[in-house]
């Protein structure tokens, strides 16, 4: 069965280190999403992303934040300058389309920003 | 903002009994509702979901109901097993202002199904 895979499964960086999170999205899916889940708090949304453009963002995705889809698979998550509040668990989705289209998950990468 | 509530952080069932997992939702502009199960270090696994325009979805063991009226949903499990001790995430798709969708989560609540 097609998966959501993304990579590392855990990143440890210093505070103000860029860092690049990974995920391939299933291969047919067009819609890519990035959530992220503190510790003891909710999964919050973080972006959406369709045709090689931001559909929708948060208030948590500031400037520092950035995504993009370099190649035909993979969809990645840039950090520009890590702050000790980014630690987080951040999970990638994408779904096939929209409408009653599910979106399914990666497994996420947990950030520790020392 | 607390647009989508699971107002019980855990509860326990004993194995073959049914499972009753609740939420609620602010927000009358959702139009479809999903359940996840998450384990450990894992991502959420999407369990089943429910249009605004039903108030029953049945798989297998797993029924999920909604009532428009009062904003709430809840999942039916039953029997409960041990393998479904997880945490379930009750989440509801927003469309965005952009024409994207976005889901918004509860907390979450932790089940244990006991042998």
């Known amino acids: 069965e097609p998966e959501v895979t993304q990579t590392p499964s855990h990143q440890v960086t210093q505070m103000g280190q860029e860092v690049i999170l990974r995920c391939v999205p299933i291969s047919n899916h067009l819609y890519f999403y990035w959530y992220r889940q503190i510790l003891g708090q909710k999964v919050e949304f973080l972006v959406s992303f369709y045709n090689n453009e931001i559909s929708e963002k948060s208030e948590i995705f500031d400037d520092q934040f950035s995504v993009e889809r370099p190649d035909g698979s993979n969809f990645t998550l840039k950090i520009r300058s890590t702050k000790l509040e980014d630690s987080a668990m951040y999970f990638c989705?994408?779904?096939?389309?929209?409408?009653?289209?599910?979106?399914?998950f990666g497994p996420g990468t947990r950030l520790t920003v020392l | 903002d607390q647009q989508v509530k699971q107002n019980s952080p855990s509860l326990s069932v004993q194995e073959g009994r049914i499972s009753i997992l609740n939420c609620d939702y602010t927000n009358s502009m959702f139009d479809y509702f999903l359940w996840y199960k998450k384990y450990p270090a894992e991502g959420p696994t999407f369990l089943i979901s429910?249009?605004?325009?039903?108030d029953k979805n049945e798989d297998g063991r797993f029924t999920v109901f909604l009532n428009k009226s009062a904003k709430h949903l809840s999942l039916h499990i039953v029997p409960s097993q041990p393998g479904d001790s997880a945490v379930y995430f009750c989440?509801?798709?927003?469309?965005?202002?952009?024409?994207?969708?976005?889901?918004?989560f509860g907390k979450g609540t932790k089940l244990t199904v006991n042998p």
């Open positions: 429910i249009s605004s325009i039903k």
């Open positions: 989440a509801a798709r927003a469309i965005t202002q952009g024409g994207s969708e976005k889901l918004v």
């Open positions: 989705a994408s779904s096939e389309g929209l409408e009653t289209d599910t979106q399914y």
